[in-house]
């Protein structure tokens, strides 16, 4: 048994198969997942190297390693290997990564199945990759000028990573569409999906309201927080209008499948993102009962260290995600057309699951059995599930948006991975106009087939 796993392992790294776990209990796997999970581990990989390098914490406990010293003078990387730590060297190996995504978006334009060259090297030949992504991580430390280089590309990676989170909040908007269609096309079937949907779009709008209460509560004062007082009422109101447009009867009668859930999930979204963003504005002084006093902070993170590792930890696992879900899902070619803002899809054809985001596993694909491991579904026969080029870019624009985000965008100085959610009128602004962003987006996709009927007829 063990024979057989290791020949296919090692056809995977060193060849075109695809990829499969050796235990032959695991669920049958598509070729095109199995691909898509491989590039997002990579990327994963690099992200927590990224998070290692601009954490001090970290740095101090390398620091307690014998001969680490000795091993930092053998590699030339200075005292303490203060060259591999900071905010450059996150720079250099985010450039490094992003330069293999953007190879590999240009070296698979235009393929259109899995049977050429070009589709079998982005299927395979794991090993071989891995040996050049970490060539290019760490070719990204020899670049020359590298005074020019962090500022060119710091201006490259906000312009990158900004481009990110706009193609994350079309995404978004689309999930909740989809999400919706799915599970209304069920609701003449089954009362279990009228039920659903209302309990789901219930839930979303008792977390929304009840995010506002919280951050009317906490996060504003009589004498201060001027701007989370504007700001909160300002989107919780555009959240009421979209959420009252969604059920309009000139909506309706245009788009029958528009309801309370795709505006549920917006709110959703939206609250968390107003949350994030007073968050991240640095604290405000009130002098009360003659003691200056921080207001306007999270109420469970005062004067608790434990509290703050939490809250802090709990960003980041935030941030994997997302990043993680819009490389993933952003590049199927019917996640592609919310960039279209474009929603063809009859409810008749759907059928309704829990588990819609990847796809449907009705279809009959060519299944190579392993023998000692898991199947593997070889969907790309015929033609590509999703466009490898896209994929790549979305990944190469990922790249830059960790790096950014990682080194807190243009506050890089002394920045360290432990002060993430620390204040920045940067990323304050940042975090809002994203709130306005992704409201006009999903505005848009609602009123779109009114002032342009014929680009939407089915």
Not at 211 to 235: Q, R
Not at 254 to 281: D, E, H, N, R, W
């Amino acid at each position: 048994m063990c024979t057989p796993c290791c020949v296919s392992q090692l056809a995977c790294c060193c060849g075109s198969a695809a990829c499969s776990c050796c235990c032959n209990c695991c669920p049958k796997i598509k070729q095109s997942t199995g691909t898509r999970i491989m590039y997002a581990l990579y990327f994963l990989l690099v992200t927590i190297i990224c998070v290692i390098m601009m954490s001090p914490t970290v740095e101090g406990e390398f620091q307690k390693i014998p001969l680490y010293s000795q091993l930092c003078e053998k590699l030339n990387a200075g005292e303490d290997c203060k060259t591999l730590v900071g905010y450059a060297a996150v720079y250099k190996v985010c450039f490094g990564m992003s330069c293999f995504f953007l190879f590999f978006c240009f070296f698979t334009l235009r393929v259109n199945n899995s049977d050429g060259c070009r589709a079998a090297v982005h299927n395979g030949f794991w090993l071989l990759k891995f040996i050049a992504l970490a060539a290019c991580c760490a070719g990204g430390f020899f670049i020359p000028e590298e005074d020019i280089f962090l500022l060119v590309w710091r201006y490259v990676g906000a312009t990158c990573g900004s481009i990110f989170l706009l193609i994350q909040l079309m995404v978004l908007v689309e999930f909740a569409h989809r999400w919706n269609t799915n599970w209304s096309s069920g609701v003449k079937y089954s009362r279990f999906w009228y039920a659903a949907l209302a309990f789901v779009t219930l839930m979303l709008f008792t977390l929304a309201v009840g995010a506002v209460v919280f951050m009317g509560v906490y996060y504003t004062h009589p004498e201060a927080c001027l701007l989370n007082k504007i700001f909160l009422g300002i989107n919780g109101s555009l959240c009421l209008i979209v959420s009252m447009l969604a059920i309009s009867p000139c909506i309706q009668k245009l788009q029958p499948t528009s309801g309370l859930l795709q505006p549920g999930v917006i709110s959703v979204y939206v609250m968390y993102l107003t949350f994030s963003a007073f968050s991240s504005k640095p604290k405000e002084m009130v002098e009360i009962n003659g003691v200056n006093t921080t207001v306007c902070v999270f109420p469970f993170n005062s004067g608790l260290e434990g509290d703050k590792k939490i809250v802090t930890a709990l960003g980041t696992v935030i941030l994997f995600a997302c990043i993680l879900y819009s490389c993933l899902t952003s590049t199927t070619r019917r996640s592609s057309a919310a960039l279209r803002v474009c929603r063809n899809s009859e409810p008749e054809t759907e059928r309704a699951r829990c588990c819609f985001c990847f796809g449907d596993d009705t279809d009959e694909y060519d299944e190579e059995r392993t023998g000692s491991g898991q199947n593997v579904m070889y969907d790309e026969k015929e033609a590509t599930i999703y466009s490898y080029a896209y994929f790549h870019f979305v990944f190469f624009l990922g790249s830059l948006y960790v790096m950014m985000t990682v080194t807190n965008w243009f506050n890089y100085d002394n920045h360290e991975i432990e002060k993430l959610l620390d204040g920045s009128w940067d990323v304050y602004w940042l975090k809002m106009a994203c709130c306005w962003v992704c409201l006009f987006i999903y505005m848009m996709t609602l009123i779109a087939p009114m002032i342009c009927p014929k680009r939407f007829e089915a």
